[in-house]
């Protein structure tokens, strides 16, 4: 059947629009409505389908499924049965804590489709049987004929049938900066999807003329549809840190139960405890040795990362998309808008006289022309045809806030007043001096416009014409001279100029007039012609400053910088150039990526500095090449066409102003001012998150493992235990939540953004972590012995030594967390010694808080202390301070030796071997 062939992939922009009527059987007055009710139950409703949602009992219940948290809650529930209702308390509240979070931002990536459904407008104007009807855009059907107007959003796939004057914003498919100008007649049948001018898209917005178009795909069928499929199909990814953290949390879980028991068996079974007595101790190690406030901390970090962030005009959406820029390793982004101004700018005049150039930028009328070549000559030439451009306008300036100029009507026309401004002229006065008498619009079936002009220098009038170049040539018997008289037109010259301006990425206009004897009653389309060709002008959307140095940052860090575009390719390579994204810019088509199979792109992904005139399918095929050779990719975007591969990325990062929210809800951060410089200031604060991530880690295990060693080596060889399972869960109360927290609020070390991304695969416990866990654990297992044995020398009892003991491990913590807050570097400096207000207000409530374990009678009868004289907590503070001298000293020699610069080199190493 004929109107099947809707629901295929039928090449409906290569038909002209008489055989797309008889494929479809329908005619240009529409279908008629009992045949549109029998199409509507053959091909369904013109809707995307509704997601599938998890329950959100499910999705609750998910955030429980980790052996970490399960043994968490495990040790949670034997200390509330053996009374310590406060730990219990503890544990349950950051385990609760990190449910909710995961379960909100499970919830928020569930809207994206929702969002998608959105795009689609609510009613359609539409003939049925002959007469114009207003129909629920969910009952449109393929061979439904189309009656939209400016302001329209597309309601369903279309074969434009007529048009008038026709422009269509297909940005949030195509990416296309400027509106495209749609015909009637058919294109080639391999024309990318932003070259098919005789198609009309779902979604996309008439941005000026009117259209009659026939309805040829629906629903799922459109390219609407298609790209709810892609992103229906794409699985959000695990951040990296998530990755590391499962991984962590379930080898250490697995150690952690195995010792345990060892350590429970042992007690009973070799060294005669009791079986509560050991099960407690065994409780009070696990639950010092767990990191079980690690999570709560790495979210406030991550939290404090967001508000930072935010400060920054990074809004992030998903708490672990905080710490994911850290590790990027090639961020995708989009051109327009992004890493440029989204402003068009006249950049170039070309005349027969010579070449001037525009300096300054956006639509501000300051500025000044200079000669390139030519001179003087060439100035005058360029000034002529900045006069053209001003009379043949409809557009209007006007200055805002912040003395920001906007242009209110054509973006290319606004640039023209502004080069009109940079040439000298004052609109008002030029408008004065030569009224507008009468114009012809702008039309895609004519491409250009032309205004009529009262001549103030004699009765007659002046014609002012511009549009496509080659069009205005065409209209064109000759051409200014240098002199601004009229010579012989050397059409050769002129195609040479505009090759030349589509090299450099400019979009080209051209620019006529011609002198009328006298005003003609009429003025039509007859009337424009023996034009005087005076030059061209050619338009750039520039990058932005800023981009350019975030740019240059993110090379330095050892981040590449990929352009995928909608854009023409030469535009795109010229940005790129601009922007020194690399040293040999290469520019990938979408058409060229049709021929590349999926083994074979990701090698092409990482040499490809550019790829434009890109789809959906290509986008997401890029971003999963790149992470199949182990690269961590940040992808921006702002159309719908975007929302796949936004998620697909290891973070989606799309666009606060000019961002659709389809593209918002795939993604996991939004850019508040949609400027590329702020991706590379996240990309500063995720690494801070990281290192302040993995200082917490670095201060947390060795000090747990310290607790938990001494016990374990007393226990083992018979000795007296240095602290009862009270006091250690004491230490681990009071300095967990205090000190440990401090860490997360330190500011980024110097040159954060030297160093190489960290490859994606690296573990949480880096070799030197790992060696550094040990020594300190050690050292804190020696100086409690050490003490302990002291105190005893002494002639101190028990309750005193462990009291010691516990004073001991206090302050070891606090000179260790000095140490720790600069892992590779000296924190014998004025500002690693002076610390944050976070440390030094988490060292004073922990000094009070030991002051009462010592001091305070109540404390000595829930915990078994006793009062430490003067002389000891000296002699203790001495040791915490010699055990930081000697962190440092060896600091010191592993920076000597290298041992930090091929830990980096090892970091940094390219992933499974890479190229950016």
């Not at 385990?95 to 489709?113: D, K």
């Not at 939209?148 to 796939?157: I, K, M, S």
């Not at 967990?736 to 991304?757: K, N, Q």
Request: charged letters at 20%; proline letters at 4%; hydrophobic letters at 50%.
């Amino acid at each position: 059947m004929a109107a099947e062939a809707a629901a295929g992939a039928a090449a409906w922009h290569a038909i002209d629009a008489e055989a797309v009527l008889r494929q479809l059987a329908a005619t240009p007055d529409g279908l008629e409505p009992a045949e549109a009710a029998r199409r509507l139950q053959r091909f369904g409703p013109n809707a995307l389908p509704s997601p599938a949602r998890t329950p959100g009992w499910r999705r609750l219940l998910r955030q429980f499924n980790d052996p970490l948290i399960l043994f968490l809650l495990a040790a949670g529930v034997v200390a509330f049965a053996l009374g310590h209702r406060v730990d219990a308390a503890v544990i349950v509240a950051v385990v609760a804590i990190n449910a909710i979070v995961g379960f909100v931002q499970e919830g928020r990536a569930e809207q994206a489709l929702s969002a998608l459904r959105s795009m689609l407008a609510p009613s359609a104007r539409v003939l049925r049987g002959g007469a114009r009807a207003q129909v629920a855009v969910e009952t449109l059907v393929p061979g439904d004929v189309l009656l939209l107007e400016a302001g329209d959003r597309v309601p369903a796939d279309a074969r434009l049938l007529r048009g008038r004057g026709l422009r269509v914003d297909e940005s949030v498919l195509t990416g296309e900066s400027v509106p495209v100008e749609k015909l009637a007649d058919p294109v080639a049948e391999h024309a990318d999807l932003g070259s098919r001018a005789s198609m009309l898209y779902s979604g996309t917005l008439v941005a000026a003329g009117q259209a009659t178009a026939v309805a040829v795909a629906t629903g799922t069928h459109t390219q609407m549809g298609r790209i709810g499929a892609l992103l229906e199909q794409v699985e959000t990814l695990t951040t990296p840190l998530l990755q590391q953290i499962a991984r962590f949390g379930r080898a250490f879980t697995a150690v952690a139960l195995v010792a345990a028991a060892a350590l429970f068996a042992f007690a009973i079974g070799v060294r005669d405890y009791g079986w509560l007595d050991a099960l407690m101790i065994v409780v009070a190690l696990a639950v010092g040795v767990v990191p079980e406030s690690l999570p709560a901390v790495i979210t406030i970090t991550l939290a404090i990362g967001v508000r930072r962030m935010a400060a920054r005009n990074a809004i992030v959406r998903r708490l672990p998309a905080v710490e994911t820029l850290g590790a990027t390793t090639v961020i995708c982004s989009d051109k327009t808008g992004t890493l440029t101004r989204n402003e068009m700018s006249a950049r170039s005049v070309a005349t027969t006289a010579g070449r001037a150039l525009a300096d300054g930028g956006g639509y501000a009328p300051v500025g000044a022309l200079a000669a390139r070549d030519g001179g003087d000559a060439a100035l005058a030439a360029a000034q002529r045809v900045a006069r053209i451009g001003l009379l043949c306008n409809d557009a209007q300036l006007h200055q805002g806030e912040g003395a920001r100029w906007r242009v209110d009507g054509d973006p290319m026309e606004g640039a023209l007043l502004a080069l009109a401004g940079k040439a000298g002229f004052d609109g008002a006065a030029m408008r004065n001096a030569h009224p507008r008498l009468d114009e012809v619009p702008f039309d895609a079936a004519h491409r250009f416009m032309a205004t009529l002009h009262a001549d103030a220098e004699d009765a007659g009038a002046l014609v002012c014409v511009k549009g496509a170049p080659e069009q205005v040539l065409a209209l064109s018997a000759r051409q200014s001279g240098r002199d601004g008289g009229a010579e012989p037109l050397d059409a050769a010259f002129w195609q040479r100029a505009i090759d030349a301006a589509g090299a450099e990425g400019q979009r080209v206009l051209g620019f006529a007039w011609r002198r009328l004897e006298r005003v003609p009653e009429r003025f039509g389309l007859e009337d424009v012609g023996g034009l005087v060709f005076a030059g061209i002008v050619g338009f750039i959307d520039p990058p932005r400053e800023e981009a350019i140095d975030a740019v240059a940052d993110c090379r330095a860090a050892g981040i590449a910088v990929k352009m995928i575009t909608g854009d023409h390719a030469a535009t795109a390579a010229a940005i790129a150039g601009q922007l020194h994204l690399a040293d040999e810019v290469r520019v990938v088509t979408g058409q060229e990526l049709e021929g590349v199979a999926d083994a074979d792109l990701p090698a092409l992904a990482a040499e490809a500095s550019v790829f434009a005139r890109t789809t959906p399918e290509h986008k997401l095929r890029i971003v999963r090449a790149l992470q199949s050779r182990g690269h961590t990719v940040a992808m921006t975007g702002d159309g719908v066409n975007d929302a796949p591969s936004l998620k697909q990325a290891d973070i989606g990062i799309a666009m606060g102003h000019k961002g659709t929210e389809a593209a918002k809800e795939a993604s996991g951060m939004v850019l508040a001012d949609d400027n590329f410089a702020s991706i590379a200031a996240a990309v500063h604060e995720g690494r801070a998150v990281y290192d302040n991530i993995r200082k917490v880690v670095a201060w947390t295990l060795p000090t747990n493992g310290g607790e938990a060693l001494a016990v374990v080596l007393a226990i083992a060889f018979g000795w007296v235990l240095p602290m009862t399972p009270p006091q250690i869960l004491w230490i681990n109360m009071v300095l967990t939540v205090t000190l440990g927290l401090s860490l997360a609020f330190e500011p980024p070390e110097a040159g954060v953004m030297a160093r190489a991304p960290r490859r994606r695969d690296a573990a949480l416990v880096s070799p030197f972590m790992l060696w550094r866990i040990v020594l300190v654990s050690l050292l804190f297992s020696a100086g409690a012995f050490g003490v302990f044995g002291w105190a005893q020398a002494r002639g101190h009892d028990l309750e005193t030594a462990r009291t010691m003991v516990v004073n001991m491990f206090c302050v070891m913590e606090i000179f260790y967390l000095f140490s720790v807050r600069y892992l590779h570097g000296s924190s014998f400096s004025l500002r690693g010694l002076r610390g944050t207000p976070a440390v030094l207000w988490a060292i004073a409530a922990v000094v009070l808080a030991q002051l009462a374990f010592t001091y305070l009678p109540w404390m000595h009868a829930l915990f078994d202390s006793r009062p430490v004289p003067v002389f000891e907590g000296l002699v203790i503070v001495a040791g915490g301070a010699a055990m930081m001298a000697l962190l440092e000293i060896e600091k010191w020699l592993l920076r000597r030796l290298g041992v930090f610069d091929e830990l980096k080199a090892a970091a940094a190493a390219e992933p499974r071997g890479a190229t950016t």
